[in-house]
């Protein structure tokens, strides 16, 4: 069996696996309307909000593409800060909604800072919107979300949407406390669920945005106001909106809660930094270069620099043939600099990040790269342990 070592998707459950076998149900009526509930109700847990939140039958991208279209109209300012590949997504599809993008950029490998927002709102008052990623998984970079949403605070009229899709679930996100407008997520990461769910929590003051807008939302399925809609008058019966919804993939999401909330939040997330410190020192004790550094490094994926004249491509296909562990390469400017390693929801353990040290240090060493084999499990063991 392929273990899934990469940033999403990733390891399911066997019981999360059971839910997607069950026999079918219909995506109304009671029994439905008690799943819904049940799968809001702990998502708002995690989500740590009161707002409104929705649950789309599409991947988080989906999430991306309604929050920029409902936070600006064509023509209107949109900041897109932009640290990699899903920063430039964010700009691709403001684009497509023609709003007039502003980009505050920080190089690959460094984070968003609350510094350069507020620089950058001050520069264009003309802003309506900022769009962040927090967990950079091209880079393997975590920016301070505090920190830039007390910048954001400052601009108050600025709706503010934040790209959490691959740290929710494995990382403290206050929603509220925070004061994002737009939060989102999908099921296939630090959830611990199959692909296929997009989550997304809007706030109050994001609502009476939509409400004033000069022209209402171009779209359907991805329109919140026809969301809502049909949440009011299909309350008991069909309230996830006017579409089918995927009710095996929800059952495997309500499973996959349950077994967040079981743990515990506060264990789940100091899981998620232990597993990450433990992984970077033996990273390090195997004579190997992290690609960021420990302040703003990533709490759910490493990105590990290859030594001098290691192809990475090499190196992860022959990990997955001989130790059947599938890791990521580098995207965008990474793509042939760095292996990226997932450790996020059940594969932030040792039971999964053991074997994929000692597939590192044996495939690095039969390519040739000078390795300190076996010191990587010793100080991974003796990290995780403290």
């Known amino acids: ?29 009671p029994q439905w309307c008690e799943l819904y509930d049940q799968v809001i ?22 999430t991306m593409e309604l929050a920029v279209s409902h936070a600006v109209e064509p023509g209107e300012s949109i900041l897109i800060c932009n640290n ?11 684009e497509w909604h023609d709003a007039r993008v502003i980009t505050s950029r920080s190089e690959y490998g460094y984070p968003i800072t609350g510094e350069q927002i507020s620089k950058a709102l001050q520069e264009h008052p ?34 503010t949407i934040v790209d959490c899709v691959s740290s929710m679930g494995g990382v403290d996100i206050p929603t509220d406390e925070l004061g994002i407008d737009y939060c989102l997520s999908g099921s296939q990461k630090c959830f611990g669920a199959p692909a296929g769910l997009g989550f997304i929590s809007v706030s109050p003051k994001a609502w009476e945005r939509i409400t004033d807008r000069r022209e209402a939302v171009r779209g359907w399925y991805l329109n919140l106001s026809v969301l809502r809609q049909y949440r009011e008058k299909w309350i008991k019966w069909h309230p996830q909106g006017p579409n089918t919804a995927p009710v ?18 506060d264990n789940r997330f100091a899981r998620h930094t232990q597993a990450r410190d433990a992984f ?22 490493t990105a590990v620099c290859l030594p001098q004249g290691i192809d990475g ?74």
């Open 1 to 29: 069996m392929l273990k899934l070592m990469i940033p999403g998707p990733t390891e399911v459950s066997s019981a999360v696996r059971e839910e997607m076998g069950r026999p079918m149900q219909p995506h109304y009526g």
């Open 41 to 62: 109700d702990k998502l708002k847990q995690i989500f740590r909000t009161e707002n409104d939140l929705y649950v789309l039958a599409a991947t988080s991208s989906s």
């Open 84 to 94: 990699g590949v899903f920063g430039d997504r964010f700009t691709e599809m403001a």
């Open 126 to 159: 003309e802003v309506k919107a900022l769009a962040v990623v927090h967990n950079e998984s091209s880079t393997a970079v975590e920016s301070n979300l505090q920190e830039i949403m007390q910048a954001a605070a400052t601009y108050p009229k600025v709706l």
């Open 248 to 265: 095996s993939l929800y059952r495997a999401l309500n499973q996959a809660l349950d077994e967040i909330l079981n743990e515990g939040l």
């Open 280 to 301: 970077r020192a033996a990273v390090r004790a195997m004579g190997l270069e992290l690609y960021v550094p420990d302040r703003w490094a990533s709490r759910t994926l």
């Open 313 to 386: 491509s090499k190196l992860r296909e022959k990990i997955e043939k001989r130790h059947h562990i599938l890791l990521a390469g580098g995207l965008g400017a990474t793509a042939d600099t760095v292996v990226r390693v997932g450790h996020l929801a059940r594969t932030a353990t040792p039971e999964y990040l053991l074997p994929t040290i000692v597939a590192l240090e044996e495939e690095l060493a039969t390519l040739g790269a000078k390795i300190n084999i076996g010191r990587g499990e010793a100080a991974f063991r003796e990290v995780f342990r403290q």
